[in-house]
Structure formats: C-alpha cells, structure tokens
C-alpha cells in the first residue's frame, strides 16, 4: 500500500476554505485517493473518493495532479463543526480483503 | 451510503471479565469486516481481518487468543475481549465491505473501560 503523507495539524477561522494536501509518491496505477473524517468518539466517515483530474460532492473537493503523487482536500467555508481529524488513504478500489491502512491524518481545528 | 452498526457504544468491565462487542452491517451483506483499536489522539491500528465463515487474520502483536473474532454471518461480526485488563481500555472500531461495496464503512465505535 502506497505511503501517505500529510500535515500533523492544521488551525482555520470560520468561514474559510480549507486545503489539506497528502503526498503519495509511491501510488500505484491502481489505487484510488480516499479522504476520511473523524470526529472524537465516532469512527470514520468517508468523505471523498479520486483517482484522478478533479473530484466534488456536497462536502468537499479533491484536486488530484497528472502525477498523482499528491491529492489536495478542499473543505470549502469550515464551520467549528468541520474540526476533526482528516485521514487521506491510498488504495485499490475494490480490495475485498486488503484493509485500509491510517496514517496519522491532520488534525483541523476551526475557530470562531 | 452503506451503515454500519456496533453495540454497544460505551462498556465498562472489571479487569478479569469478558466483553463482546457486535458489529453489523445494516443494508449490505458484509463479506469482510475489519477490527481496529484507537488509543486517544492517536490514529486507527488494524488488529484484524475477518471474512464470512472463515477464521480471522489478525495483525501482528495482535493476540488472537485475547481478541476472539466471530464473522458468523454476513451482517454480524462479534469481537470479544477475554480477561480484560486496564490496557485494554480503547476505543474499538468495526469496518465492513461487501461485494458491491467499494469503501470500506465504518461503525462509531465502542468505548471499553477496564476498571
């Protein structure tokens, strides 16, 4: 499974858009970009699914380069309830027994 | 999207005692579920791998003797700590996929306390 890199913590004032950028430089032809949140106490929530060009849904953006080296998470306007920890995953899409694996994430904190 | 179910959400033991957590999922037959472990301000560790009717893989350091994992059928997944010690207490997370589900889903998680 490809590596990821992403910033440990990241602060934001309400109402600004967000960008979290994760490095992947050993992805691999199959592996699709997936953005996970978690909140204190809760599991993770799936976010946003690429594997290239751009991505959008009702809660985020995914800005993924030629290369696919690196992947961007774009939270548009963050709310106080937008703090949590965002995990960025690199794998096949349908890996039937292969499991994600977690990096550390980054840490969002929005204040008011 | 797909849900995923765990009970219960909160559980406290004495140290000694056994605890089974389920996990299940709701609209969609899960043929492999996953197990995690979080410790505060840390990040989700894999303790294993289950597919329906088979044994568990478990991760390494993970002992499988301890942490018995159940995939009975394909909606319910059951993880039982045995003899429940204070280092045990964490936050315990289920996953599932299944045939036509490409993200890994997962539950919100069990808080055991080990007293």
Redesign the interface.
């Given at each position: 499974l490809a590596k990821t890199t992403q910033p440990i913590s990241m602060d934001s004032y309400e109402g600004q858009e967000v960008n979290i950028t994760c490095s992947h430089n050993n992805i691999a032809t199959n592996d699709y970009i997936t953005w996970y949140q978690q909140f204190p106490s809760q599991g993770p929530r799936f976010i946003i699914q690429g594997y290239k060009t751009k991505v959008t849904n009702e809660v985020a953006s995914l800005f993924i380069p030629a290369d696919r080296k690196s992947s961007t998470l774009s939270l548009p306007r963050v709310s106080l309830s937008d703090t949590a920890v965002y995990y960025c995953l690199v794998g096949e899409r349908n890996s039937g027994n292969t499991p994600l694996v977690f990096g550390k994430g980054t840490r969002l904190s929005v204040i008011a | 999207?797909a849900v995923?179910s765990?009970h219960p959400s909160r559980v406290i033991c004495k140290s000694g005692t056994s605890v089974k957590i389920e996990c299940r999922s709701l609209d969609f037959q899960a043929?492999?579920m996953?197990w995690?472990r979080q410790f505060p301000k840390k990040?989700?560790?894999?303790m294993a791998?289950s597919?329906e009717g088979s044994k568990a893989?478990y991760e390494q350091g993970v002992e499988k003797d301890k942490f018995l994992i159940n995939h009975a059928s394909l909606t319910l997944s059951t993880l039982t700590v045995t003899s429940a010690h204070p280092e045990d207490s964490s936050?315990y997370?289920c996953?599932a996929?299944g045939r036509t589900v490409?993200?890994?889903?997962?539950?919100?998680?069990t808080?055991l306390t080990v007293t």
């Open positions: - | 999207g995923v765990q043929t492999t996953f995690y990040s989700l560790m894999l791998t597919n893989t936050f997370i996953s996929r490409y993200e890994q889903y997962f539950g919100p998680g808080r």
